[in-house]
Nanobody, 120 residues
Framework: QVQLVESGGGLVQPGGSLRLSCAAS????????MGWYRQSPGKERELVAG???????NYADGVKGRFTISRDNAKNTVSLQMNSLKSEDTAIYYC??????????????WGQGTQVTVSS
């Protein structure tokens, strides 16, 4: 069973930085696209940043220039470096991966979520 385990959330002041990490494990044969989503109270879950296996990235307009997504294909990990954080970045952040296991085709998997709070 594929599991995505996130780490790195927490409380930070406006203008500060945080780095989120996510590791995928559990009978993985191949991981294609990976990404980070976030959800605030009363809002729908939205894409923050995505990265293909080849390293092609895409970002939500509101985080361009502040956030950087990266991955390590050998370790099946994805990270999100968040700089110049704003109060509106406060949300639960979820790791996402499109992965194939040795016994099943490609499926989308989600982490359990990690809270990011930007407040003074």
């Amino acid at each position: 069973q594929v599991q995505l385990v996130e780490s790195g959330g927490g409380l930070v002041q406006p203008g500060g930085s945080l780095r989120l990490s996510c590791a995928a494990s559990g009978g993985i044969f191949r991981v294609n696209d990976m990404g980070w989503y976030r959800q605030s109270p009363g809002k729908e879950r939205e894409l923050v940043a995505g990265i293909s296996k080849a390293g092609v990235t895409n970002y939500a307009d509101g985080v361009k220039g502040r956030f950087t997504i990266s991955r390590d294909n050998a370790k099946n990990t994805v990270s999100l470096q968040m700089n110049s954080l704003k109060s509106e970045d406060t949300a639960i952040y979820y790791c996402n991966a499109l992965a194939r296991t040795e016994v099943a085709g490609f499926r989308t998997y989600w982490g359990q979520g990690t809270q990011v709070t930007v407040s003074s």
